[in-house]
Protein backbone atom coordinates (compact mmCIF):
# COMPACT_ATOMS: atom_id res chain seq x y z
CA UNK A 1 0.00 0.00 0.00
CA UNK A 2 1.04 3.26 -0.64
CA UNK A 3 2.38 5.04 2.32
CA UNK A 4 1.67 9.04 2.53
CA UNK A 5 3.28 11.84 4.67
CA UNK A 6 2.57 15.21 6.05
CA UNK A 7 5.57 17.32 4.45
CA UNK A 8 4.25 20.76 4.88
CA UNK A 9 1.67 22.58 7.71
CA UNK A 10 0.21 26.27 7.62
CA UNK A 11 -2.33 27.64 9.94
CA UNK A 12 -3.90 30.90 10.80
CA UNK A 13 -5.58 31.13 14.47
CA UNK A 14 -6.45 32.90 16.98
CA UNK A 15 -2.82 33.56 17.93
CA UNK A 16 -1.68 34.77 14.55
CA UNK A 17 -0.47 33.61 11.22
CA UNK A 18 1.56 30.66 11.08
CA UNK A 19 2.26 27.28 12.63
CA UNK A 20 4.03 28.30 15.10
CA UNK A 21 2.01 30.18 17.18
CA UNK A 22 -0.21 27.91 17.60
CA UNK A 23 1.91 25.98 18.31
CA UNK A 24 3.34 28.07 20.92
CA UNK A 25 0.37 28.50 22.59
CA UNK A 26 -0.95 24.78 22.49
CA UNK A 27 2.26 23.81 24.14
CA UNK A 28 2.52 26.70 26.95
CA UNK A 29 -1.68 26.40 27.47
CA UNK A 30 -2.57 29.84 26.52
CA UNK A 31 -6.21 30.77 25.53
CA UNK A 32 -7.24 32.29 22.39
CA UNK A 33 -10.57 33.25 24.04
CA UNK A 34 -11.57 37.25 24.21
CA UNK A 35 -14.19 39.29 23.91
CA UNK A 36 -16.18 40.11 21.22
CA UNK A 37 -18.55 42.53 20.00
CA UNK A 38 -20.76 43.30 16.76
CA UNK A 39 -21.81 45.94 15.47
CA UNK A 40 -25.59 44.49 15.29
CA UNK A 41 -25.56 42.50 18.63
CA UNK A 42 -25.57 38.78 19.37
CA UNK A 43 -27.09 38.36 22.77
CA UNK A 44 -25.68 37.27 25.82
CA UNK A 45 -21.95 35.14 24.90
CA UNK A 46 -19.83 37.98 23.98
CA UNK A 47 -16.53 35.98 23.90
CA UNK A 48 -14.69 33.46 21.04
CA UNK A 49 -10.88 32.87 19.70
CA UNK A 50 -10.54 35.33 16.63
CA UNK A 51 -8.07 36.79 15.20
CA UNK A 52 -7.51 40.12 15.57
CA UNK A 53 -5.59 42.53 13.37
CA UNK A 54 -5.86 40.53 10.33
CA UNK A 55 -4.72 42.98 7.22
CA UNK A 56 -5.95 41.37 3.98
CA UNK A 57 -3.97 43.93 2.21
CA UNK A 58 -0.48 42.29 4.15
CA UNK A 59 -1.39 39.03 1.97
CA UNK A 60 -2.98 40.21 -1.20
CA UNK A 61 -3.54 42.77 -3.55
CA UNK A 62 -6.79 44.90 -2.86
CA UNK A 63 -8.31 43.70 -6.15
CA UNK A 64 -7.31 40.02 -5.32
CA UNK A 65 -8.67 39.84 -1.64
CA UNK A 66 -11.99 41.56 -2.38
CA UNK A 67 -13.09 38.46 -4.25
CA UNK A 68 -12.18 36.49 -1.07
CA UNK A 69 -14.17 35.73 1.72
CA UNK A 70 -12.53 36.12 5.32
CA UNK A 71 -12.64 31.96 5.16
CA UNK A 72 -10.89 31.83 1.45
CA UNK A 73 -8.24 34.25 2.40
CA UNK A 74 -7.25 31.95 5.94
CA UNK A 75 -7.04 29.16 3.74
CA UNK A 76 -5.05 30.33 1.24
CA UNK A 77 -2.45 31.85 3.80
CA UNK A 78 -2.35 28.93 5.62
CA UNK A 79 -1.82 26.74 2.10
CA UNK A 80 1.28 29.42 1.61
CA UNK A 81 2.85 28.38 4.57
CA UNK A 82 2.67 24.62 4.02
CA UNK A 83 3.55 24.91 0.23
CA UNK A 84 6.71 26.84 1.59
CA UNK A 85 7.55 24.27 4.39
CA UNK A 86 7.60 21.18 2.19
CA UNK A 87 9.31 22.86 -0.29
CA UNK A 88 6.77 22.73 -3.33
CA UNK A 89 7.14 25.51 -6.11
CA UNK A 90 4.49 25.97 -8.64
CA UNK A 91 6.15 24.07 -11.25
CA UNK A 92 5.58 21.12 -8.73
CA UNK A 93 2.19 21.60 -7.97
CA UNK A 94 0.91 22.41 -11.61
CA UNK A 95 -1.12 20.22 -13.46
CA UNK A 96 -3.61 16.81 -12.78
CA UNK A 97 -0.88 14.93 -9.90
CA UNK A 98 -2.17 17.45 -7.46
CA UNK A 99 -5.79 17.76 -5.93
CA UNK A 100 -7.07 20.56 -3.52
CA UNK A 101 -9.69 19.62 -1.17
CA UNK A 102 -10.73 21.70 1.83
CA UNK A 103 -13.22 21.32 4.64
CA UNK A 104 -15.36 23.71 5.79
CA UNK A 105 -18.75 23.40 7.74
CA UNK A 106 -20.23 26.68 6.61
CA UNK A 107 -18.24 28.99 3.52
CA UNK A 108 -18.68 32.02 3.45
CA UNK A 109 -20.63 33.04 6.44
CA UNK A 110 -19.11 36.96 6.34
CA UNK A 111 -19.79 37.65 3.24
CA UNK A 112 -23.79 36.01 3.12
CA UNK A 113 -24.55 37.77 6.57
CA UNK A 114 -23.26 41.36 5.28
CA UNK A 115 -25.77 40.14 2.06
CA UNK A 116 -28.30 39.71 3.89
CA UNK A 117 -27.71 42.79 6.06
CA UNK A 118 -27.81 45.10 2.83
CA UNK A 119 -30.30 43.60 1.19
CA UNK A 120 -32.85 43.30 4.36
CA UNK A 121 -31.65 45.86 6.90
CA UNK A 122 -30.31 48.36 4.56
CA UNK A 123 -32.94 47.86 1.35
CA UNK A 124 -29.87 47.80 -0.96
CA UNK A 125 -31.07 46.81 -4.51
CA UNK A 126 -28.20 45.39 -5.68
CA UNK A 127 -26.05 42.83 -3.90
CA UNK A 128 -22.10 42.46 -4.87
CA UNK A 129 -22.30 40.45 -7.94
CA UNK A 130 -18.94 38.10 -5.89
CA UNK A 131 -21.39 37.28 -3.45
CA UNK A 132 -22.21 33.84 -5.14
CA UNK A 133 -18.29 32.82 -5.46
CA UNK A 134 -17.51 34.13 -2.32
CA UNK A 135 -20.17 32.09 -0.40
CA UNK A 136 -19.97 29.05 -1.84
CA UNK A 137 -18.51 26.53 0.20
CA UNK A 138 -15.55 25.70 -2.82
CA UNK A 139 -14.35 28.81 -2.66
CA UNK A 140 -10.96 28.29 -0.67
CA UNK A 141 -10.32 25.00 -2.38
CA UNK A 142 -10.68 26.83 -5.86
CA UNK A 143 -8.48 29.86 -4.80
CA UNK A 144 -5.54 27.37 -3.53
CA UNK A 145 -5.97 25.72 -6.94
CA UNK A 146 -5.91 28.36 -8.78
CA UNK A 147 -3.10 30.00 -7.11
CA UNK A 148 -0.93 26.72 -7.87
CA UNK A 149 -1.83 25.46 -11.28
CA UNK A 150 -3.36 22.40 -9.63
CA UNK A 151 -5.49 20.26 -12.08
CA UNK A 152 -6.03 17.45 -10.36
CA UNK A 153 -9.58 16.52 -8.02
CA UNK A 154 -10.57 19.99 -6.12
CA UNK A 155 -13.88 19.89 -3.98
CA UNK A 156 -15.05 21.02 -0.88
CA UNK A 157 -16.13 18.58 1.92
CA UNK A 158 -18.80 20.43 4.71
CA UNK A 159 -19.56 18.06 7.72
CA UNK A 160 -19.87 20.20 10.21
CA UNK A 161 -17.18 19.73 13.01
CA UNK A 162 -15.56 16.38 10.96
CA UNK A 163 -14.78 18.39 7.72
CA UNK A 164 -11.60 18.75 8.04
CA UNK A 165 -10.34 15.55 8.50
CA UNK A 166 -12.83 14.09 6.21
CA UNK A 167 -11.17 16.35 3.67
CA UNK A 168 -7.63 15.09 4.85
CA UNK A 169 -8.50 11.66 5.10
CA UNK A 170 -9.98 11.77 1.44
CA UNK A 171 -6.82 13.26 0.13
CA UNK A 172 -4.79 10.56 1.64
CA UNK A 173 -7.20 8.05 0.37
CA UNK A 174 -6.70 9.34 -3.27
CA UNK A 175 -2.60 9.63 -2.77
CA UNK A 176 -2.78 6.20 -1.15
CA UNK A 177 -4.54 4.83 -4.62
CA UNK A 178 -2.47 6.39 -6.71
CA UNK A 179 -4.74 8.99 -8.25
CA UNK A 180 -2.70 11.80 -7.47
CA UNK A 181 0.70 12.32 -5.89
CA UNK A 182 0.21 15.31 -3.57
CA UNK A 183 -2.95 17.26 -1.97
CA UNK A 184 -2.90 20.48 -0.37
CA UNK A 185 -5.84 19.70 1.91
CA UNK A 186 -7.10 20.67 5.73
CA UNK A 187 -10.16 23.02 6.71
CA UNK A 188 -10.59 26.78 7.19
CA UNK A 189 -13.89 28.42 8.89
CA UNK A 190 -14.60 32.16 10.00
CA UNK A 191 -18.01 31.86 11.44
CA UNK A 192 -17.98 34.38 13.92
CA UNK A 193 -20.63 36.70 12.55
CA UNK A 194 -23.08 38.34 14.75
CA UNK A 195 -26.25 36.23 13.29
CA UNK A 196 -24.34 32.87 13.41
CA UNK A 197 -22.84 33.28 17.29
CA UNK A 198 -26.77 33.75 18.15
CA UNK A 199 -27.37 30.56 16.46
CA UNK A 200 -24.82 28.73 18.71
CA UNK A 201 -25.98 30.64 21.37
CA UNK A 202 -29.67 29.70 20.67
CA UNK A 203 -28.73 26.26 21.21
CA UNK A 204 -27.92 26.61 24.72
CA UNK A 205 -24.89 25.19 23.76
CA UNK A 206 -21.70 27.95 24.12
CA UNK A 207 -19.80 28.01 27.75
CA UNK A 208 -21.02 31.75 29.27
CA UNK A 209 -17.17 31.92 30.68
CA UNK A 210 -14.43 28.72 30.13
CA UNK A 211 -14.49 26.31 28.11
CA UNK A 212 -12.80 23.49 30.50
CA UNK A 213 -13.52 19.63 28.57
CA UNK A 214 -13.64 16.75 29.95
CA UNK A 215 -13.41 18.75 33.70
CA UNK A 216 -16.20 18.30 36.27
CA UNK A 217 -18.35 21.61 35.79
CA UNK A 218 -17.79 21.90 32.14
CA UNK A 219 -20.84 23.92 30.43
CA UNK A 220 -19.86 24.40 26.90
CA UNK A 221 -17.64 25.23 23.80
CA UNK A 222 -15.74 28.59 22.85
CA UNK A 223 -16.33 29.36 18.81
CA UNK A 224 -13.21 29.78 17.08
CA UNK A 225 -12.19 30.97 13.39
CA UNK A 226 -8.66 29.55 11.56
CA UNK A 227 -7.37 27.71 9.28
CA UNK A 228 -5.21 24.45 8.44
CA UNK A 229 -3.96 23.34 5.74
CA UNK A 230 -1.28 20.77 5.07
CA UNK A 231 0.60 18.78 1.88
CA UNK A 232 0.45 14.81 1.86
CA UNK A 233 2.16 13.32 -0.61
CA UNK A 234 3.15 9.68 -1.32
CA UNK A 235 6.17 7.89 -0.26
CA UNK A 236 7.34 7.67 -3.83
CA UNK A 237 6.91 11.56 -4.84
CA UNK A 238 8.53 12.54 -1.46
CA UNK A 239 11.64 10.36 -2.48
CA UNK A 240 12.23 11.84 -5.93
CA UNK A 241 12.12 15.44 -4.87
CA UNK A 242 14.35 14.84 -1.89
CA UNK A 243 11.40 16.29 0.65
CA UNK A 244 11.53 15.44 4.16
CA UNK A 245 8.50 14.01 6.42
CA UNK A 246 6.84 15.88 9.12
CA UNK A 247 4.51 12.39 9.85
CA UNK A 248 3.41 9.47 8.67
CA UNK A 249 -0.14 9.86 7.17
CA UNK A 250 -0.74 6.05 8.84
CA UNK A 251 -4.88 5.86 8.77
CA UNK A 252 -8.18 7.18 8.12
CA UNK A 253 -11.52 5.82 9.56
CA UNK A 254 -15.07 7.20 8.91
CA UNK A 255 -18.58 6.28 10.00
CA UNK A 256 -21.80 7.92 10.47
CA UNK A 257 -24.07 7.11 13.24
CA UNK A 258 -27.46 7.14 11.40
CA UNK A 259 -29.16 7.89 14.27
CA UNK A 260 -29.57 11.35 15.64
CA UNK A 261 -28.97 14.78 14.14
CA UNK A 262 -27.46 16.37 17.89
CA UNK A 263 -26.79 13.32 20.23
CA UNK A 264 -23.41 11.40 19.47
CA UNK A 265 -23.03 7.45 19.64
CA UNK A 266 -20.14 5.84 21.06
CA UNK A 267 -20.21 2.99 19.50
CA UNK A 268 -20.33 4.30 16.04
CA UNK A 269 -17.23 6.80 17.20
CA UNK A 270 -15.60 4.40 18.45
CA UNK A 271 -15.38 2.39 15.33
CA UNK A 272 -13.93 5.08 13.44
CA UNK A 273 -11.23 5.08 15.81
CA UNK A 274 -10.47 1.16 15.19
CA UNK A 275 -11.13 1.84 11.42
CA UNK A 276 -8.27 4.53 11.53
CA UNK A 277 -5.79 2.18 13.56
CA UNK A 278 -6.46 -0.78 11.22
CA UNK A 279 -5.68 1.49 7.98
CA UNK A 280 -2.52 2.21 9.58
CA UNK A 281 -1.81 -1.19 10.72
CA UNK A 282 -1.64 -0.40 14.84
CA UNK A 283 -3.50 -1.73 17.72
CA UNK A 284 -4.77 0.63 20.59
CA UNK A 285 -1.62 -0.70 22.53
CA UNK A 286 0.92 1.28 19.96
CA UNK A 287 -1.09 4.40 20.48
CA UNK A 288 0.94 7.14 22.76
CA UNK A 289 -1.30 10.32 22.60
CA UNK A 290 -5.58 11.17 21.69
CA UNK A 291 -6.18 14.25 20.60
CA UNK A 292 -9.91 14.23 21.12
CA UNK A 293 -12.53 16.21 19.60
CA UNK A 294 -13.38 17.49 23.63
CA UNK A 295 -15.78 20.01 23.09
CA UNK A 296 -16.80 20.67 26.35
CA UNK A 297 -20.19 19.80 26.40
CA UNK A 298 -21.54 17.55 29.00
CA UNK A 299 -22.41 15.20 26.28
CA UNK A 300 -20.08 15.00 24.04
CA UNK A 301 -17.34 14.66 26.30
CA UNK A 302 -18.85 11.78 28.16
CA UNK A 303 -19.78 9.86 25.07
CA UNK A 304 -16.34 10.71 23.68
CA UNK A 305 -14.73 8.94 26.86
CA UNK A 306 -16.92 5.42 26.27
CA UNK A 307 -15.95 5.46 22.36
CA UNK A 308 -12.08 5.58 23.74
CA UNK A 309 -13.43 2.66 26.57
CA UNK A 310 -14.44 1.07 23.44
CA UNK A 311 -11.38 0.99 21.56
CA UNK A 312 -8.52 1.21 24.79
CA UNK A 313 -10.56 -1.35 27.35
CA UNK A 314 -8.43 -0.69 30.51
CA UNK A 315 -5.75 1.38 29.21
CA UNK A 316 -8.40 4.05 28.53
CA UNK A 317 -7.63 5.94 31.99
CA UNK A 318 -3.70 5.77 31.29
CA UNK A 319 -3.29 6.92 27.56
CA UNK A 320 -2.49 10.90 27.51
CA UNK A 321 -5.80 12.68 25.96
CA UNK A 322 -6.50 15.90 25.29
CA UNK A 323 -8.53 18.67 23.80
CA UNK A 324 -6.73 22.18 22.67
CA UNK A 325 -10.12 23.31 21.89
CA UNK A 326 -10.06 25.64 25.00
CA UNK A 327 -6.78 27.22 23.12
CA UNK A 328 -8.22 27.74 19.58
CA UNK A 329 -11.32 27.69 20.08
CA UNK A 330 -14.14 24.93 18.22
CA UNK A 331 -13.27 26.28 14.59
CA UNK A 332 -16.07 24.08 13.28
CA UNK A 333 -14.81 22.95 9.61
CA UNK A 334 -11.12 24.06 10.60
CA UNK A 335 -10.85 22.13 13.84
CA UNK A 336 -9.35 18.75 12.63
CA UNK A 337 -6.75 20.35 10.82
CA UNK A 338 -5.31 22.94 13.38
CA UNK A 339 -5.93 19.57 15.91
CA UNK A 340 -3.44 17.52 13.34
CA UNK A 341 -0.98 20.11 13.20
CA UNK A 342 -0.64 20.32 16.80
CA UNK A 343 -0.59 16.94 17.02
CA UNK A 344 2.52 16.52 14.20
CA UNK A 345 4.36 18.99 16.20
CA UNK A 346 3.97 17.38 19.59
CA UNK A 347 5.42 14.43 17.77
CA UNK A 348 8.15 16.21 17.09
CA UNK A 349 9.19 17.34 20.44
CA UNK A 350 8.10 15.00 22.16
CA UNK A 351 5.64 17.13 24.55
CA UNK A 352 1.97 16.60 24.88
CA UNK A 353 -0.33 20.12 25.13
CA UNK A 354 -2.44 20.12 28.13
CA UNK A 355 -5.97 20.35 28.42
CA UNK A 356 -6.35 23.79 30.04
CA UNK A 357 -9.23 25.14 32.59
CA UNK A 358 -9.51 21.73 33.91
CA UNK A 359 -11.03 21.77 37.54
CA UNK A 360 -11.15 18.36 38.89
CA UNK A 361 -11.92 14.45 37.54
CA UNK A 362 -15.29 13.85 36.33
CA UNK A 363 -16.29 10.43 37.27
CA UNK A 364 -17.82 9.81 34.02
CA UNK A 365 -15.04 11.45 32.53
CA UNK A 366 -12.18 8.68 33.75
CA UNK A 367 -9.32 9.64 31.43
CA UNK A 368 -5.75 10.89 31.65
CA UNK A 369 -6.50 14.35 30.44
CA UNK A 370 -3.09 16.31 30.65
CA UNK A 371 -4.69 18.84 33.18
CA UNK A 372 -3.77 22.42 32.29
CA UNK A 373 0.41 21.70 31.96
CA UNK A 374 1.65 19.81 28.86
CA UNK A 375 4.01 17.02 29.85
CA UNK A 376 7.22 15.47 27.97
CA UNK A 377 6.70 12.07 26.26
CA UNK A 378 7.36 9.77 23.43
CA UNK A 379 4.70 9.94 20.72
CA UNK A 380 5.49 7.27 18.17
CA UNK A 381 1.60 7.01 17.10
CA UNK A 382 -1.70 9.48 17.78
CA UNK A 383 -5.21 9.60 16.70
CA UNK A 384 -7.18 12.83 16.44
CA UNK A 385 -10.76 12.71 16.61
CA UNK A 386 -13.19 14.94 14.95
CA UNK A 387 -17.39 13.93 15.67
CA UNK A 388 -19.74 16.19 14.43
CA UNK A 389 -23.72 17.06 14.55
CA UNK A 390 -25.28 15.10 12.17
CA UNK A 391 -23.14 11.58 13.44
CA UNK A 392 -20.35 11.81 11.06
CA UNK A 393 -17.20 10.48 13.09
CA UNK A 394 -13.40 10.98 11.08
CA UNK A 395 -10.50 9.88 12.82
CA UNK A 396 -6.45 10.35 11.01
CA UNK A 397 -3.93 8.03 13.00
CA UNK A 398 -0.26 9.60 12.78
CA UNK A 399 3.39 7.91 12.99
CA UNK A 400 6.15 9.96 14.26
CA UNK A 401 8.42 10.78 10.86
CA UNK A 402 10.68 7.80 10.74
CA UNK A 403 9.34 5.09 12.80
Request: charged share 20%; glycine share 12%.
Amino acid sequence: MIRVFVTGMGAVSAHGVGVAPLWDAAREGRSGSMPIEFERGIGAVQHAAVLRGFDPETHFAKEDYDRLDRFSQFAVVAAREALDEAGLDHAATAGPRTAVIVGTGIGGSTTFEEGCHDFFALSKRRTNPLTVPKVMANAAACQIGMRIGANGPSFAVSSACASANQAMGIAASLVRCGVVDRAITGGSETMVTSAVMRAWESMRVLTPDVNRPFSKGRNGMLIGEGAGIVVLESEASLAARGGTALAEFAGYGTTSDAADLLRPDAASAGRAMMLALEEAGLDAADIDYVSAHGTGTVLNDTTETEALRIVFGERAGSVPVSSTKPIHGHCLGASGALELIVTVRAMAEGRLPPTINWLEADPKCALDVIPNVGRPAEIRAAVSNSFAFGGINAVIALKRAGN
